[in-house]
């Protein structure tokens, strides 16, 4: 989205209790994904903060339903 002057941002917090904190807009769950498991494996992430309820907090929890079901 850079390509339009918008800019996201996630948090990653890598402790006892692995937390990730928005998961992005519609369509950059990849990324995220990607990024996310630079640092750790999905199976550890124990929990999710979204801050608001809006797209750009929420959208990318497609990588965590799939990570889930498998």
Do not use: C
């Amino acid at each position: 989205m850079q390509d339009h002057g918008i800019t996201f941002n996630q948090f990653l917090i890598d402790d006892e209790r692995p937390s990730i904190i928005h998961t992005g807009p519609v369509g950059m769950y990849e990324k995220i994904e990607e990024k996310v498991k630079e640092v750790i494996p999905l199976e550890k992430l124990t929990h999710v903060a979204l801050l608001h309820f809006e797209s750009d907090e929420w959208g990318g929890m497609e990588f965590l339903n799939v990570q889930r079901q498998d």
